[in-house]
């Protein structure tokens, strides 16, 4: 059983509102907290590999901002820890900068394939679009996002923000125990794609639990980006072996698709929640979901109920229900649909759905509303925080774990499999087309209060992100957690919505609830007279990072429990 999930088993088991044994054993008494909240002066920094925090925290005491700690951590995570993020996947950031005082946020998600049609799928007969292989490979955004953001609000050269992550793929570093666990698993589904083995294994198999690693292949990649910057990556010697690789291997990505690559500077929208507004970023991706829920949540006073309570999670899971209906129907890449984002979003929308909701029954059954326009994917979340008071919430991904399995030869990296989420449907919003983005999972959360930055967060997962979103501050909102409890806390998903991606079947049963261990058994059995369906499940619970403006001066940080990570500062 690997340490996350003992985690879950040891560290939860117990019944709400009493205090659980191990917090009893804490000076503080603290009811949900592993570990204190770390808070620092200066800088801080939280990612899922305490060697990645290290990183971001040096670059910023050489000078680097915010965001050059960023990119330095995340160029950090895609060697250590490739079962996640990579360049070979996705970003999207959100950035606050105190000089002008307002959040900016990059979309650097990737298009499919100029070449594929939604005929080639129909001629291969598929119905969906395969999970690994060549097919769902889209063009990746990372390294675009790294220099978008870079030119931006960069301090430091990219050479020096890439260095770190060099010197280790050259070395090596020992392999954490969640990412060996992983790593592990992915080993026999993606073993058979070319080029995996030879530059993922050892004598083809994971690397154990501290067992040293090296990727001189990636150490090269780097180095080239680091000299020749983005183009080095999208129009160089880099993308025509990507290029090359797929013409090889029955794929479709191009040397053209690369060099066309742009990503995007969005607007980022927001809803207030008791006196707190938090900010996603609009589809393609799913941010605005967590946004949904939480106006449907507004009018109840969760407080009294208390946290584990039966109403505590009926309503939650309720309002999540609702928020995905429209989820699946409106969420796609706006340059082809549109999204009615401000009316998805409003007060008054919430308002008109959340009459949908009863206290005593589960809803099984939910259409999307129709709002007029207004006049195991796995992923990697970190967050830094500079003296100057820039902060950074950042997502990538390669989407399912280690990605599509299709590693060009000598690059060191794996391509994301981000293509899967489409539809296979000529009508659907999220319908496959040529250079489109598909729908996006990977969600980067910020709060403010009173137009100040309050928290920077995020919750890793597919669809757990904007539920873990949503928990997060009503946990610290309405539960009076600190920002260690609210992460560490028990978690609730609910699974078996209908969704906007390949696997489009519609939720005609109410889906499935998960609970962590730590729901009271009373919570359970009332739950089951409503209708739900509950069941316990390990793990896809999400992965949690969050930096809180200190109202005391500085910074405070908390790390995932049931992660390797680490929240560290100076």
Do not use: C
Request: net charge negative.
């Amino acid at each position: 059983m690997p340490r996350h999930t003992r985690l879950l088993s040891v560290l939860l088991l117990v019944a709400v509102p009493a205090l659980p044994a191990l917090a009893a054993d804490r000076i503080t008494g603290q009811p949900f907290a592993t570990r204190s909240e770390v808070h620092a002066p200066h800088a801080m920094a939280a990612t899922s590999h305490p060697l990645a925090t290290q990183i971001a925290l040096d670059t910023m005491k050489a000078g680097g901002s915010a965001v050059d700690a960023a990119i330095a951590a995340n160029a950090a995570l895609g060697l250590m820890e490739p079962t996640g993020n990579g360049v070979g996947g996705d970003l999207f950031a959100i950035v606050w900068d105190p000089k002008t005082k307002r959040l900016y946020g990059y979309d650097g998600s990737g298009r499919s394939p100029q070449s594929l049609t939604l005929a080639e799928f129909q001629r291969r007969g598929l119905s969906d679009i395969p999970s690994h292989g060549p097919l769902p490979v889209t063009v990746p955004g990372a390294v675009d996002g790294w220099f978008a953001l870079h030119g931006r609000f960069g301090k430091r050269a990219m050479a020096e923000n890439l260095a770190p992550t060099i010197r280790y793929a050259r070395e090596g570093h020992p392999v954490h125990e969640v990412i060996a666990y992983y790593w592990d698993r992915s080993v026999p589904r993606l073993g058979k794609w070319p080029g995996f083995t030879e530059q993922f294994t050892i004598d083809g198999r994971a690397p154990h639990n501290g067992e040293t690693w090296r990727n001189p292949n990636l150490a090269n990649t780097l180095q080239a980006i680091a000299d020749g910057g983005r183009d080095a990556f999208y129009k160089g010697d880099i993308a025509r072996t990507i290029g090359d690789y797929f013409a090889a291997n029955d794929g479709f990505l191009a040397y053209e698709d690369l060099a066309a690559h742009t990503g995007n500077w969005v607007e980022p929208v927001s809803t207030s929640y008791r006196g707190v507004e938090l900010w996603e970023l609009p589809p393609s991706g799913q941010g605005i979901a967590a946004l949904q829920i939480l106006n449907l949540l507004e009018p109840y006073d969760l407080k009294s109920y208390g946290f584990g309570s039966p109403e505590h999670v009926h309503l939650f899971v309720e309002a999540k229900k609702l928020a995905f209906a429209d989820r699946a129907r409106w969420y796609a890449d706006p340059a082809f649909h549109p999204a009615p984002v401000e009316r998805l979003i409003s007060k008054d929308y919430a308002r008109e759905r959340g009459a949908l909701i009863s206290m005593d029954t589960a809803l099984r059954e939910v259409q999307p509303g129709t709002p007029k326009q207004l006049d195991e994917g796995d992923t990697i979340y970190l967050t830094t925080a500079d003296a100057d008071g820039m902060m950074v919430s950042l997502i990538q991904s390669n989407y399912r774990g280690m990605g599509s399995g299709m590693a060009p030869p000598g690059l060191g990296f794996i391509l994301q499999d981000r293509g899967e989420q489409f539809v296979l449907r000529e009508d659907h919003p999220n319908g496959y087309a040529p250079g489109k983005r598909p729908f996006h999972t990977i969600i980067p959360a910020f709060a403010t209060k009173d137009g100040e930055p309050w928290l920077s967060f995020g919750v890793m997962g597919g669809a757990m992100q904007p539920q873990g979103h949503v928990q997060i501050l009503i946990n610290m909102l309405d539960f009076g957690m600190n920002l260690q409890e609210a992460g560490d806390a028990p978690r609730i998903q609910h699974d078996g919505s209908t969704e906007p991606t390949g696997q489009n079947t519609a939720m005609t049963d109410g889906g499935e609830v998960d609970l962590e261990t730590g729901f009271p058994y009373e919570t359970v059995r009332a739950l089951m007279q409503k209708g739900h369906s509950v069941r316990f499940s390990h793990g896809p619970y999400g992965g949690y990072q969050a930096i809180m403006k200190n109202p005391y001066g500085g910074w405070t940080g908390a790390s995932e429990s049931r992660k390797d990570g680490q929240a560290a500062g100076y």
